[in-house]
């Protein structure tokens, strides 16, 4: 802040300085009082030390800047607050730029963290339908053939049961053998099929 020195005729006389020293802690108890001038010294005052603690959380100048303006307006509206006490006026402007530079931290981080959520549950990922295809093909052939493998008796009983999604007792019904007789075949049937196509038990 830029401030008019009077030009001075004597240089032998004495003059008094224009702005006199007042504690920050004064400072704050004239601003809860709502005296502007108080706080533009106290802006002056602290400002760079406030900024520069802020800048050290953040690092986007920006950011910043926004946050410094968020701790002077709040120390504005809660100068009545402040209880020398309970501590110093750097003190407590500092620990209030603090919190804020945290705060600030927390809530970009939860924005992230939601766009994050957001885009995974969004997330659609490619799908080759031609691959899907062409495994599905080969596969289906593989299992034709294991088919082929197995006793007449043991394909009948697995394709009515897994192609045509009979029951077991339906199955025995349509092949005129005893439910036990079917679940037999239909055992040694799978376990012969999964050899076949090397899938693991």
Do not use: C
Not at 116 to 137: F, L, W
Not at 138 to 154: C, F, N, P, Y
Not at 177 to 196: A, H, N, Q, Y
Request: aromatic share 6%.
């Amino acid at each position: 802040m830029l401030t008019l020195v009077p030009q001075i005729t004597d240089p032998n006389e004495d003059f008094e300085p224009l702005v006199e020293a007042v504690s920050k802690e004064t400072l704050l108890h004239r601003i809860a009082d709502g005296d502007q001038t108080a706080f533009s010294r106290l802006y002056d005052d602290v400002a760079p030390r406030v900024l520069g603690l802020i800048r050290r959380f953040l690092i986007d100048h920006a950011q910043s800047e926004e946050v410094a303006q968020e701790v002077f307006l709040e120390i504005w509206q809660n100068a009545s607050r402040f209880d020398e006490k309970k501590g110093g006026a750097t003190t407590w402007i500092l620990t209030m730029a603090h919190r804020r530079a945290i705060d600030r931290i927390r809530s970009s981080q939860s924005g992230r963290d939601r766009d994050t959520k957001v885009g995974i549950r969004d997330y659609a990922p490619e799908y080759d339908h031609v691959s899907e295809t062409v495994e599905v093909k080969i596969e289906h052939e593989r299992v034709k053939l294991a088919m082929t493998r197995l006793t007449e008796l043991q394909r009948q009983a697995v394709s009515l049961a897994y192609y045509g999604g009979y029951s077991h007792s339906e199955v025995a019904t349509l092949l005129s053998v005893p439910i036990g007789t079917v679940k037999t075949r239909l055992r040694d049937g799978m376990i012969r099929l999964r050899d076949e196509l090397g899938v693991a038990s």
